[in-house]
Protein backbone atom coordinates (compact mmCIF):
# COMPACT_ATOMS: atom_id res chain seq x y z
CA UNK A 1 0.00 0.00 0.00
CA UNK A 2 1.24 3.58 -0.36
CA UNK A 3 2.05 6.13 2.05
CA UNK A 4 -0.96 7.98 0.97
CA UNK A 5 -3.23 5.38 0.83
CA UNK A 6 -2.46 4.66 4.45
CA UNK A 7 -2.82 8.39 5.59
CA UNK A 8 -6.03 9.67 7.98
CA UNK A 9 -6.21 12.89 6.36
CA UNK A 10 -9.41 15.31 6.16
CA UNK A 11 -10.66 13.51 3.08
CA UNK A 12 -13.57 11.79 4.82
CA UNK A 13 -14.58 15.11 5.50
CA UNK A 14 -16.63 15.27 1.76
CA UNK A 15 -19.28 12.72 3.59
CA UNK A 16 -20.61 14.78 5.50
CA UNK A 17 -23.58 15.98 3.50
CA UNK A 18 -24.00 19.11 5.36
CA UNK A 19 -20.75 20.74 5.13
CA UNK A 20 -20.45 23.19 1.60
CA UNK A 21 -18.01 22.11 -0.66
CA UNK A 22 -16.59 23.42 -4.02
CA UNK A 23 -14.64 20.07 -5.94
CA UNK A 24 -11.81 20.84 -8.04
CA UNK A 25 -11.39 18.78 -10.88
CA UNK A 26 -7.51 18.03 -11.33
CA UNK A 27 -6.06 17.73 -15.17
CA UNK A 28 -2.19 17.82 -13.92
CA UNK A 29 -2.33 21.50 -13.62
CA UNK A 30 0.61 22.70 -11.06
CA UNK A 31 -1.64 24.97 -9.42
CA UNK A 32 -5.10 22.83 -8.68
CA UNK A 33 -3.73 22.67 -4.99
CA UNK A 34 -3.65 26.03 -5.17
CA UNK A 35 -7.17 26.57 -6.25
CA UNK A 36 -8.29 24.57 -3.94
CA UNK A 37 -6.25 26.66 -0.96
CA UNK A 38 -7.86 29.90 -2.46
CA UNK A 39 -11.24 28.58 -2.08
CA UNK A 40 -10.54 27.70 1.74
CA UNK A 41 -9.11 31.08 2.11
CA UNK A 42 -12.65 31.85 1.45
CA UNK A 43 -13.94 29.81 4.19
CA UNK A 44 -15.15 27.27 2.05
CA UNK A 45 -14.16 23.69 1.99
CA UNK A 46 -12.50 22.46 -1.00
CA UNK A 47 -10.67 19.20 -2.43
CA UNK A 48 -9.24 18.40 -5.54
CA UNK A 49 -10.23 15.19 -7.47
CA UNK A 50 -8.87 13.18 -10.24
CA UNK A 51 -10.96 14.14 -13.54
CA UNK A 52 -11.69 10.48 -13.43
CA UNK A 53 -14.27 11.13 -10.83
CA UNK A 54 -17.57 9.79 -12.40
CA UNK A 55 -21.24 11.78 -12.44
CA UNK A 56 -22.49 9.77 -9.61
CA UNK A 57 -19.45 10.06 -7.18
CA UNK A 58 -20.05 13.73 -7.96
CA UNK A 59 -23.85 14.06 -7.25
CA UNK A 60 -23.39 12.06 -4.03
CA UNK A 61 -20.77 15.08 -2.78
CA UNK A 62 -23.33 17.19 -4.15
CA UNK A 63 -20.82 20.31 -4.03
CA UNK A 64 -21.49 24.05 -4.36
CA UNK A 65 -19.65 24.09 -7.16
CA UNK A 66 -17.18 22.56 -9.31
CA UNK A 67 -13.44 24.17 -10.74
CA UNK A 68 -12.03 23.05 -13.52
CA UNK A 69 -7.85 23.00 -13.46
CA UNK A 70 -5.30 23.79 -16.04
CA UNK A 71 -3.79 21.43 -17.47
CA UNK A 72 -0.67 20.52 -19.47
CA UNK A 73 -2.52 18.67 -22.76
CA UNK A 74 -4.78 20.13 -25.20
CA UNK A 75 -8.36 19.23 -25.62
CA UNK A 76 -7.74 18.52 -29.10
CA UNK A 77 -5.38 15.39 -28.52
CA UNK A 78 -6.21 11.83 -28.76
CA UNK A 79 -5.38 11.58 -25.32
CA UNK A 80 -5.95 14.19 -23.44
CA UNK A 81 -8.02 13.57 -20.09
CA UNK A 82 -11.55 14.05 -20.31
CA UNK A 83 -14.06 14.38 -17.59
CA UNK A 84 -17.91 12.53 -18.69
CA UNK A 85 -19.80 15.32 -20.31
CA UNK A 86 -22.54 14.66 -18.31
CA UNK A 87 -21.14 16.78 -15.54
CA UNK A 88 -22.08 19.31 -17.71
CA UNK A 89 -25.86 18.51 -16.89
CA UNK A 90 -25.72 17.85 -12.83
CA UNK A 91 -26.93 21.46 -12.50
CA UNK A 92 -23.98 22.12 -10.52
CA UNK A 93 -22.16 25.69 -11.38
CA UNK A 94 -19.26 25.14 -12.83
CA UNK A 95 -16.48 26.97 -13.76
CA UNK A 96 -13.38 26.22 -16.23
CA UNK A 97 -10.03 27.74 -16.02
CA UNK A 98 -7.16 27.14 -18.81
CA UNK A 99 -7.45 23.78 -19.74
CA UNK A 100 -10.98 23.52 -18.14
CA UNK A 101 -12.72 26.06 -20.15
CA UNK A 102 -11.03 24.96 -23.61
CA UNK A 103 -12.51 21.22 -22.38
CA UNK A 104 -15.84 22.82 -21.87
CA UNK A 105 -16.02 24.73 -24.88
CA UNK A 106 -14.73 21.65 -26.79
CA UNK A 107 -17.63 19.38 -25.21
CA UNK A 108 -20.41 21.57 -25.50
CA UNK A 109 -19.70 22.06 -29.13
CA UNK A 110 -17.31 25.16 -29.70
CA UNK A 111 -13.71 25.40 -31.14
CA UNK A 112 -10.17 25.28 -29.27
CA UNK A 113 -7.30 25.83 -32.06
CA UNK A 114 -3.54 25.91 -31.02
CA UNK A 115 -3.90 29.85 -31.94
CA UNK A 116 -0.34 31.85 -33.56
CA UNK A 117 0.02 34.09 -30.35
CA UNK A 118 -0.26 32.11 -27.00
CA UNK A 119 0.20 34.41 -24.19
CA UNK A 120 2.61 33.71 -21.48
CA UNK A 121 2.84 35.44 -18.41
CA UNK A 122 1.01 39.02 -17.95
CA UNK A 123 -2.10 39.94 -19.68
CA UNK A 124 -4.46 43.14 -19.26
CA UNK A 125 -8.14 41.74 -19.01
CA UNK A 126 -11.16 44.12 -20.55
CA UNK A 127 -14.27 43.54 -19.64
CA UNK A 128 -17.52 43.97 -21.43
CA UNK A 129 -19.76 42.47 -18.93
CA UNK A 130 -19.01 43.41 -15.29
CA UNK A 131 -21.84 40.99 -13.92
CA UNK A 132 -21.74 37.41 -12.40
CA UNK A 133 -17.90 36.52 -12.58
CA UNK A 134 -16.26 39.53 -12.53
CA UNK A 135 -18.17 42.21 -10.50
CA UNK A 136 -15.28 44.26 -8.63
CA UNK A 137 -12.57 43.25 -11.22
CA UNK A 138 -11.29 46.82 -12.56
CA UNK A 139 -10.89 46.70 -16.09
CA UNK A 140 -7.65 46.76 -17.24
CA UNK A 141 -6.61 44.75 -14.54
CA UNK A 142 -3.66 42.41 -15.06
CA UNK A 143 -4.28 38.55 -15.52
CA UNK A 144 -1.68 35.86 -15.35
CA UNK A 145 -2.18 33.98 -18.42
CA UNK A 146 -0.30 30.31 -19.64
CA UNK A 147 -1.98 28.95 -22.87
CA UNK A 148 -0.95 28.16 -25.92
CA UNK A 149 -4.31 26.64 -27.36
CA UNK A 150 -7.46 29.53 -27.48
CA UNK A 151 -11.68 28.98 -27.97
CA UNK A 152 -12.34 30.74 -31.14
CA UNK A 153 -15.72 29.59 -31.42
CA UNK A 154 -18.34 29.39 -28.66
CA UNK A 155 -20.94 27.08 -27.85
CA UNK A 156 -24.33 27.85 -28.09
CA UNK A 157 -25.40 30.06 -24.91
CA UNK A 158 -22.37 31.57 -24.40
CA UNK A 159 -21.18 35.10 -24.40
CA UNK A 160 -17.42 36.86 -24.05
CA UNK A 161 -17.30 38.33 -20.98
CA UNK A 162 -13.95 39.54 -21.40
CA UNK A 163 -10.99 39.46 -23.96
CA UNK A 164 -7.55 39.98 -23.99
CA UNK A 165 -4.72 41.65 -26.37
CA UNK A 166 -4.33 38.00 -27.87
CA UNK A 167 -7.12 36.20 -26.40
CA UNK A 168 -11.14 37.25 -27.65
CA UNK A 169 -12.28 34.67 -25.16
CA UNK A 170 -10.51 35.16 -21.95
CA UNK A 171 -13.42 35.18 -19.99
CA UNK A 172 -17.27 33.53 -21.35
CA UNK A 173 -20.44 32.62 -19.65
CA UNK A 174 -23.49 30.63 -19.95
CA UNK A 175 -25.44 32.64 -16.73
CA UNK A 176 -28.63 30.22 -17.70
CA UNK A 177 -27.01 27.16 -17.27
CA UNK A 178 -24.42 28.67 -15.27
CA UNK A 179 -20.86 27.59 -16.92
CA UNK A 180 -18.05 29.86 -17.05
CA UNK A 181 -14.92 30.01 -17.93
CA UNK A 182 -11.52 31.78 -17.27
CA UNK A 183 -8.58 31.72 -19.76
CA UNK A 184 -6.15 33.25 -17.08
CA UNK A 185 -5.43 31.77 -13.83
CA UNK A 186 -7.60 33.80 -11.32
CA UNK A 187 -5.59 31.74 -8.40
CA UNK A 188 -2.12 32.93 -8.77
CA UNK A 189 -1.10 35.83 -6.70
CA UNK A 190 -0.05 38.22 -9.86
CA UNK A 191 -3.98 37.82 -10.93
CA UNK A 192 -5.12 41.30 -9.85
CA UNK A 193 -8.81 40.50 -8.98
CA UNK A 194 -8.01 37.03 -8.96
CA UNK A 195 -9.75 36.91 -5.35
CA UNK A 196 -12.31 39.02 -6.30
CA UNK A 197 -13.47 36.78 -8.96
CA UNK A 198 -12.75 33.46 -7.01
CA UNK A 199 -15.17 35.22 -4.35
CA UNK A 200 -17.75 36.04 -6.95
CA UNK A 201 -17.74 32.39 -7.89
CA UNK A 202 -18.31 31.13 -4.60
CA UNK A 203 -20.40 33.89 -2.68
CA UNK A 204 -22.62 34.64 -5.79
CA UNK A 205 -22.58 31.73 -8.25
CA UNK A 206 -22.95 28.85 -5.79
CA UNK A 207 -24.58 30.59 -2.89
CA UNK A 208 -21.85 29.05 -0.33
CA UNK A 209 -21.72 30.75 3.07
CA UNK A 210 -18.41 30.87 5.24
CA UNK A 211 -18.68 27.75 6.67
CA UNK A 212 -15.12 26.23 6.58
CA UNK A 213 -13.10 27.81 9.29
CA UNK A 214 -9.96 27.10 11.45
CA UNK A 215 -12.45 25.98 13.99
CA UNK A 216 -14.50 23.34 11.94
CA UNK A 217 -10.82 21.80 11.09
CA UNK A 218 -10.10 21.50 14.48
CA UNK A 219 -13.27 19.76 15.24
CA UNK A 220 -13.58 17.44 12.60
CA UNK A 221 -9.95 16.61 12.85
CA UNK A 222 -10.57 15.91 16.09
CA UNK A 223 -13.80 13.22 15.41
CA UNK A 224 -11.98 12.22 12.53
CA UNK A 225 -9.04 10.90 14.45
CA UNK A 226 -11.03 9.05 16.89
CA UNK A 227 -12.88 7.49 14.48
CA UNK A 228 -10.30 6.13 12.74
CA UNK A 229 -7.69 5.56 15.55
CA UNK A 230 -9.98 3.90 18.07
CA UNK A 231 -8.62 2.36 21.18
CA UNK A 232 -5.33 2.19 19.40
CA UNK A 233 -1.97 3.46 20.73
CA UNK A 234 -0.06 6.17 18.04
CA UNK A 235 4.02 7.29 18.12
CA UNK A 236 3.73 10.82 17.30
CA UNK A 237 6.83 11.78 15.75
CA UNK A 238 7.67 15.60 17.56
CA UNK A 239 10.29 17.66 16.39
CA UNK A 240 9.29 20.66 18.00
CA UNK A 241 8.56 22.43 15.15
CA UNK A 242 5.67 24.07 14.16
CA UNK A 243 3.87 21.19 12.54
CA UNK A 244 4.91 18.15 14.88
CA UNK A 245 3.71 20.20 17.69
CA UNK A 246 0.42 21.37 16.49
CA UNK A 247 -0.30 17.64 15.80
CA UNK A 248 1.21 16.97 19.24
CA UNK A 249 -1.78 19.09 20.65
CA UNK A 250 -4.43 18.05 18.19
CA UNK A 251 -3.65 14.40 18.85
CA UNK A 252 -3.55 15.14 23.17
CA UNK A 253 -6.87 16.73 22.33
CA UNK A 254 -8.11 13.72 20.69
CA UNK A 255 -6.85 10.62 21.96
CA UNK A 256 -5.05 11.64 25.44
CA UNK A 257 -2.77 8.87 26.83
CA UNK A 258 -3.17 6.64 23.48
CA UNK A 259 -0.70 8.88 22.44
CA UNK A 260 2.71 8.74 22.66
CA UNK A 261 5.35 11.69 21.67
CA UNK A 262 9.27 11.03 20.45
CA UNK A 263 11.79 12.75 19.43
CA UNK A 264 14.99 11.73 17.67
CA UNK A 265 18.19 13.58 18.62
CA UNK A 266 20.08 12.75 15.08
CA UNK A 267 22.88 14.99 15.83
CA UNK A 268 21.84 17.26 13.04
CA UNK A 269 19.80 20.10 15.46
CA UNK A 270 20.17 22.99 16.09
CA UNK A 271 22.33 23.91 19.71
CA UNK A 272 20.68 23.50 22.62
CA UNK A 273 17.24 22.58 20.45
CA UNK A 274 16.81 19.17 22.36
CA UNK A 275 16.99 20.49 25.39
CA UNK A 276 14.36 22.77 25.33
CA UNK A 277 12.07 20.98 23.36
CA UNK A 278 11.67 18.23 26.03
CA UNK A 279 11.60 20.46 28.61
CA UNK A 280 8.89 22.69 27.08
CA UNK A 281 7.09 19.88 26.08
CA UNK A 282 7.33 18.21 29.59
CA UNK A 283 7.18 21.33 31.83
CA UNK A 284 4.99 23.93 30.19
CA UNK A 285 2.82 21.77 27.98
CA UNK A 286 2.81 18.37 30.74
CA UNK A 287 2.93 16.35 27.58
CA UNK A 288 5.95 13.84 28.22
CA UNK A 289 7.95 13.13 25.49
CA UNK A 290 9.98 9.88 24.96
CA UNK A 291 14.01 11.31 24.22
CA UNK A 292 16.07 9.11 21.91
CA UNK A 293 19.56 9.50 21.57
CA UNK A 294 20.67 8.58 18.16
CA UNK A 295 23.39 10.47 16.77
CA UNK A 296 26.16 8.02 16.41
CA UNK A 297 23.98 5.93 14.17
CA UNK A 298 22.55 8.86 11.73
CA UNK A 299 26.18 10.32 11.28
CA UNK A 300 27.28 6.23 10.25
CA UNK A 301 24.35 6.48 7.95
CA UNK A 302 25.89 9.60 6.19
CA UNK A 303 29.19 8.56 6.18
CA UNK A 304 30.87 9.61 2.97
CA UNK A 305 27.52 10.22 1.38
CA UNK A 306 27.92 13.47 -0.83
CA UNK A 307 24.56 12.99 -3.15
CA UNK A 308 21.97 15.16 -2.04
CA UNK A 309 18.96 12.56 -2.45
CA UNK A 310 21.03 9.90 -0.98
CA UNK A 311 21.43 11.60 2.01
CA UNK A 312 18.19 12.19 2.19
CA UNK A 313 17.13 8.59 1.66
CA UNK A 314 19.13 7.20 4.01
CA UNK A 315 18.31 9.82 6.51
CA UNK A 316 14.38 8.65 6.91
CA UNK A 317 15.23 5.03 6.53
CA UNK A 318 17.20 5.25 9.58
CA UNK A 319 14.36 7.59 11.63
CA UNK A 320 11.74 4.85 10.33
CA UNK A 321 14.22 2.01 11.79
CA UNK A 322 14.76 4.33 15.00
CA UNK A 323 10.56 4.43 15.23
CA UNK A 324 10.27 0.62 14.79
CA UNK A 325 13.01 -0.56 17.30
CA UNK A 326 11.76 2.09 19.91
CA UNK A 327 8.28 1.44 19.41
CA UNK A 328 9.51 -2.36 20.10
CA UNK A 329 10.10 -1.57 23.49
CA UNK A 330 7.17 0.99 24.58
CA UNK A 331 4.70 -0.44 21.91
CA UNK A 332 3.06 -2.35 20.20
CA UNK A 333 2.04 1.09 18.49
CA UNK A 334 -0.93 0.64 15.46
CA UNK A 335 -0.24 4.32 14.32
CA UNK A 336 2.86 6.54 13.58
CA UNK A 337 1.85 10.40 13.05
CA UNK A 338 3.80 12.74 11.37
CA UNK A 339 3.48 16.21 10.64
CA UNK A 340 3.53 16.27 6.70
CA UNK A 341 2.12 19.11 4.87
CA UNK A 342 1.21 19.37 1.64
CA UNK A 343 4.25 21.31 0.37
CA UNK A 344 6.59 18.16 1.77
CA UNK A 345 4.20 15.63 -0.49
CA UNK A 346 4.07 17.79 -3.34
CA UNK A 347 7.98 18.11 -3.97
CA UNK A 348 8.74 14.50 -2.99
CA UNK A 349 5.99 12.98 -5.17
CA UNK A 350 3.71 12.51 -8.25
CA UNK A 351 2.27 15.72 -9.29
CA UNK A 352 2.19 16.19 -12.70
CA UNK A 353 -0.07 14.15 -15.55
CA UNK A 354 1.67 12.75 -18.44
CA UNK A 355 -0.19 14.67 -21.30
CA UNK A 356 0.21 11.68 -23.54
CA UNK A 357 -1.42 8.81 -21.20
CA UNK A 358 -3.41 10.93 -18.50
CA UNK A 359 -1.66 9.14 -15.96
CA UNK A 360 -0.13 10.68 -12.89
CA UNK A 361 4.48 10.93 -13.47
CA UNK A 362 6.65 11.59 -10.85
CA UNK A 363 8.64 14.59 -11.13
CA UNK A 364 10.39 14.86 -7.97
CA UNK A 365 12.00 17.97 -6.79
CA UNK A 366 13.26 16.49 -3.28
CA UNK A 367 12.43 14.10 -0.91
CA UNK A 368 11.40 15.33 1.97
CA UNK A 369 12.54 12.92 4.56
CA UNK A 370 8.74 12.15 6.29
CA UNK A 371 7.40 11.74 2.70
CA UNK A 372 9.92 10.18 0.33
CA UNK A 373 12.11 8.22 2.97
CA UNK A 374 9.13 6.16 4.11
CA UNK A 375 9.85 2.20 3.19
CA UNK A 376 7.23 0.49 0.93
CA UNK A 377 6.86 -2.01 3.64
CA UNK A 378 6.50 0.38 6.51
CA UNK A 379 4.66 -1.54 9.08
CA UNK A 380 2.61 1.38 10.79
CA UNK A 381 -0.30 3.37 9.48
CA UNK A 382 0.42 6.45 9.04
CA UNK A 383 -1.63 9.48 10.70
CA UNK A 384 -1.26 12.89 9.10
CA UNK A 385 -4.07 15.07 9.67
CA UNK A 386 -2.16 18.30 8.11
CA UNK A 387 -1.09 16.96 5.06
CA UNK A 388 -3.24 18.95 3.06
CA UNK A 389 -2.67 22.06 4.27
CA UNK A 390 -0.09 24.57 3.75
CA UNK A 391 2.65 26.14 6.53
CA UNK A 392 0.54 29.46 7.11
CA UNK A 393 -3.28 27.51 7.73
CA UNK A 394 -1.21 25.22 9.84
CA UNK A 395 -0.09 28.14 12.00
CA UNK A 396 -4.00 29.39 11.76
CA UNK A 397 -4.76 25.70 13.20
CA UNK A 398 -2.03 26.04 15.93
CA UNK A 399 -2.58 29.18 17.95
CA UNK A 400 -6.86 28.27 17.94
CA UNK A 401 -5.65 25.08 19.95
CA UNK A 402 -3.50 26.89 22.42
CA UNK A 403 0.14 27.04 20.93
CA UNK A 404 2.24 29.36 22.77
CA UNK A 405 3.39 32.21 19.74
CA UNK A 406 7.26 31.17 20.25
CA UNK A 407 6.69 27.79 18.26
CA UNK A 408 3.70 29.22 16.05
CA UNK A 409 5.93 31.84 14.38
CA UNK A 410 9.31 29.53 14.75
CA UNK A 411 11.09 29.17 11.69
CA UNK A 412 10.55 26.11 9.68
CA UNK A 413 13.35 23.13 10.49
CA UNK A 414 14.33 20.26 7.87
CA UNK A 415 14.23 16.98 9.59
CA UNK A 416 17.25 16.46 7.79
CA UNK A 417 18.32 19.36 10.32
CA UNK A 418 22.02 20.60 9.74
CA UNK A 419 23.02 17.48 7.19
CA UNK A 420 21.04 19.20 4.37
CA UNK A 421 22.71 22.74 5.01
CA UNK A 422 25.88 20.79 4.39
CA UNK A 423 26.86 20.76 1.32
CA UNK A 424 28.60 17.42 0.94
CA UNK A 425 30.19 14.98 3.52
CA UNK A 426 28.79 15.50 6.66
CA UNK A 427 31.22 14.93 9.33
CA UNK A 428 31.12 15.57 13.04
CA UNK A 429 33.67 18.51 12.71
CA UNK A 430 31.71 20.11 9.83
CA UNK A 431 28.53 19.71 11.97
CA UNK A 432 30.36 21.74 14.73
CA UNK A 433 31.39 24.53 12.55
CA UNK A 434 27.71 24.88 10.81
CA UNK A 435 26.14 24.74 14.55
CA UNK A 436 28.43 27.82 15.76
CA UNK A 437 27.70 29.70 12.70
CA UNK A 438 23.81 29.18 12.26
CA UNK A 439 23.70 29.82 16.54
CA UNK A 440 25.29 33.64 15.47
CA UNK A 441 22.90 34.14 13.02
CA UNK A 442 19.97 32.82 14.88
CA UNK A 443 21.32 35.33 17.89
CA UNK A 444 21.64 38.25 16.02
CA UNK A 445 18.34 38.50 14.27
CA UNK A 446 16.63 37.80 17.65
CA UNK A 447 18.76 40.42 19.52
CA UNK A 448 17.93 43.17 16.53
CA UNK A 449 14.41 42.07 16.90
CA UNK A 450 14.34 40.53 13.16
CA UNK A 451 13.80 37.36 13.80
CA UNK A 452 9.93 37.66 12.26
CA UNK A 453 11.36 39.64 9.09
CA UNK A 454 12.10 36.36 7.46
CA UNK A 455 10.42 33.20 6.89
CA UNK A 456 13.57 31.64 7.47
CA UNK A 457 17.06 32.92 8.02
CA UNK A 458 20.18 29.96 8.41
CA UNK A 459 23.73 29.65 7.53
CA UNK A 460 24.69 26.58 4.74
CA UNK A 461 28.56 25.41 4.80
CA UNK A 462 30.04 24.44 1.69
CA UNK A 463 32.71 21.75 1.27
CA UNK A 464 35.60 24.10 -1.14
CA UNK A 465 37.78 26.27 0.63
CA UNK A 466 39.31 29.32 -0.16
CA UNK A 467 42.07 31.81 0.86
CA UNK A 468 41.91 34.68 3.01
CA UNK A 469 43.82 36.32 5.63
CA UNK A 470 43.77 36.92 9.12
CA UNK A 471 46.29 38.00 11.72
CA UNK A 472 49.01 38.35 8.95
CA UNK A 473 48.26 34.63 8.24
CA UNK A 474 47.16 32.59 5.26
CA UNK A 475 43.87 31.22 5.89
CA UNK A 476 42.50 28.33 3.86
CA UNK A 477 39.00 27.67 4.78
CA UNK A 478 35.30 27.15 4.31
CA UNK A 479 32.96 29.46 3.16
CA UNK A 480 29.72 29.96 5.28
CA UNK A 481 26.33 31.05 2.76
CA UNK A 482 24.05 33.24 4.37
CA UNK A 483 20.29 32.24 3.15
CA UNK A 484 17.34 34.80 4.20
CA UNK A 485 13.86 34.55 2.76
CA UNK A 486 11.01 35.64 2.66
CA UNK A 487 7.73 33.58 1.60
CA UNK A 488 4.17 32.41 2.21
CA UNK A 489 4.22 28.87 2.22
CA UNK A 490 7.70 27.74 1.35
CA UNK A 491 6.56 26.73 -1.87
CA UNK A 492 7.78 29.90 -3.71
CA UNK A 493 10.04 31.94 -1.88
CA UNK A 494 12.24 35.51 -2.48
CA UNK A 495 15.75 36.08 -0.88
CA UNK A 496 15.52 38.84 1.77
CA UNK A 497 16.81 42.25 1.36
CA UNK A 498 18.67 42.49 4.40
CA UNK A 499 20.02 45.15 5.57
CA UNK A 500 23.91 45.44 5.15
CA UNK A 501 24.40 46.48 8.70
CA UNK A 502 23.02 43.26 9.85
CA UNK A 503 24.84 41.22 6.92
CA UNK A 504 27.92 42.98 8.50
CA UNK A 505 27.51 42.40 12.42
CA UNK A 506 26.82 38.70 11.43
CA UNK A 507 29.30 38.36 8.98
CA UNK A 508 32.32 39.69 11.30
CA UNK A 509 31.27 37.34 14.13
CA UNK A 510 31.23 34.13 12.40
CA UNK A 511 34.52 34.72 11.17
CA UNK A 512 36.03 35.66 14.36
CA UNK A 513 34.16 33.10 16.23
CA UNK A 514 33.79 30.35 14.07
CA UNK A 515 36.99 28.25 13.83
CA UNK A 516 37.36 26.92 10.11
CA UNK A 517 35.58 29.43 8.61
CA UNK A 518 37.16 32.65 6.87
CA UNK A 519 34.77 33.99 4.23
CA UNK A 520 30.78 34.64 4.67
CA UNK A 521 28.76 35.04 1.72
CA UNK A 522 24.74 36.17 0.97
CA UNK A 523 22.64 33.45 -1.54
CA UNK A 524 21.05 36.18 -3.72
CA UNK A 525 18.80 33.44 -5.56
CA UNK A 526 14.60 33.26 -5.31
CA UNK A 527 12.53 29.75 -5.40
CA UNK A 528 11.87 28.81 -8.02
CA UNK A 529 14.76 28.74 -9.71
CA UNK A 530 16.68 28.14 -6.85
CA UNK A 531 15.03 25.58 -3.69
CA UNK A 532 15.27 26.80 0.04
CA UNK A 533 17.40 24.67 1.27
CA UNK A 534 21.11 23.90 -0.28
CA UNK A 535 20.53 20.32 -1.38
N1 LIG B 1 14.05 14.85 15.14
C1 LIG B 1 12.82 14.38 14.89
N2 LIG B 1 12.26 13.49 15.73
C2 LIG B 1 11.02 13.02 15.48
N3 LIG B 1 10.28 13.36 14.41
C3 LIG B 1 10.78 14.24 13.54
C4 LIG B 1 12.08 14.80 13.73
N4 LIG B 1 12.31 15.64 12.70
C5 LIG B 1 11.22 15.62 11.92
N5 LIG B 1 10.28 14.77 12.40
C6 LIG B 1 8.97 14.44 11.80
O1 LIG B 1 8.96 14.84 10.43
C7 LIG B 1 7.91 15.78 10.19
C8 LIG B 1 8.28 16.78 9.11
O2 LIG B 1 9.31 17.64 9.56
P1 LIG B 1 9.15 19.19 9.30
O3 LIG B 1 10.44 19.83 9.68
O4 LIG B 1 8.57 19.41 7.95
O5 LIG B 1 8.00 19.61 10.29
P2 LIG B 1 8.11 20.20 11.74
O6 LIG B 1 9.48 19.97 12.26
O7 LIG B 1 7.01 19.64 12.56
O8 LIG B 1 7.81 21.70 11.54
P3 LIG B 1 8.77 22.81 10.92
O9 LIG B 1 8.57 22.71 9.42
O10 LIG B 1 8.22 24.07 11.48
O11 LIG B 1 10.17 22.50 11.32
C9 LIG B 1 7.68 16.42 11.54
O12 LIG B 1 6.39 16.99 11.62
C10 LIG B 1 7.85 15.23 12.45
O13 LIG B 1 6.67 14.45 12.47
O1 LIG C 1 10.81 18.29 7.23
C1 LIG C 1 11.42 18.56 6.22
N1 LIG C 1 12.08 17.57 5.64
C2 LIG C 1 12.85 17.73 4.56
O2 LIG C 1 13.44 16.78 4.07
C3 LIG C 1 12.89 19.06 4.03
N2 LIG C 1 13.55 19.60 2.98
C4 LIG C 1 13.21 20.94 2.95
N3 LIG C 1 12.41 21.23 3.97
C5 LIG C 1 11.80 22.53 4.27
O3 LIG C 1 10.73 22.69 3.33
C6 LIG C 1 10.68 24.04 2.82
C7 LIG C 1 10.92 24.03 1.31
O4 LIG C 1 12.27 23.70 1.12
P1 LIG C 1 12.96 23.56 -0.29
O5 LIG C 1 12.66 24.81 -1.04
O6 LIG C 1 14.42 23.40 0.02
O7 LIG C 1 12.36 22.34 -0.93
C8 LIG C 1 11.75 24.80 3.60
O8 LIG C 1 11.09 25.40 4.70
C9 LIG C 1 12.72 23.73 4.04
O9 LIG C 1 13.44 24.08 5.21
C10 LIG C 1 12.18 20.09 4.64
N4 LIG C 1 11.43 19.83 5.72
N1 LIG D 1 -2.35 26.24 -18.56
C1 LIG D 1 -3.18 25.50 -19.26
O1 LIG D 1 -4.18 24.96 -18.79
C2 LIG D 1 -2.81 25.29 -20.70
C3 LIG D 1 -3.86 24.63 -21.52
C4 LIG D 1 -3.40 24.29 -22.93
N2 LIG D 1 -2.37 23.28 -22.87
C5 LIG D 1 -2.90 25.55 -23.65
O2 LIG D 1 -1.71 25.71 -23.86
O3 LIG D 1 -3.70 26.36 -24.00
MG1 LIG E 1 11.12 20.67 11.36
Keep these: MSPSNQTLSPTSLLDKANLQTIIIIDFGSQYSELIARRIRETQVYSEVLSYRTSPEKLREINPRGIILSGGPSSVYDDLAPKCDPEIWNLGIPVLGVCYGMQLMVKQLGGTVEKVKLGEYGKAELFIEDPTDLLTNVANGSTMWMSHGDSCTNLPEGF ?22 GVQFHPEVVHSEGGNALIRNFVYHVCECEPTWTTETFVEESIKDIRAKVGDKRVLLALSGGVD ?19 FIDQGFMRKGEPERLVEIFKNKFHIPV ?33 FEEESKKLGPFDYLAQGTLYPDVIESADTNVDPKTGERVAVKIKSHHNVGGLPKDLRFKLVEPLRKLFKDEVRNVARAI ?27 ERLNILRDADFIVRDEISQQGMYHDY ?20 TYAHPIVLRFITSEDGMTADWAKVPYDLLETISNRIVNEVKGVNRVVYDITSKPPGTIEWE
Aim: glycine share 8%.
Design 290 to 322: EYVMARDRFLKQVDGVTDPELKRRRIGHEFIQV
Design 455 to 474: WQAFAVLLPIRSVGVMGDKR
Design 244 to 262: SSTLAFLLHQAIGDQLTCM
Design 159 to 180: SVLAYTKNTPCAAISNPDRKLF
Design 402 to 428: GLPEEIVRRHPFPGPGLAIRIVGEVTA
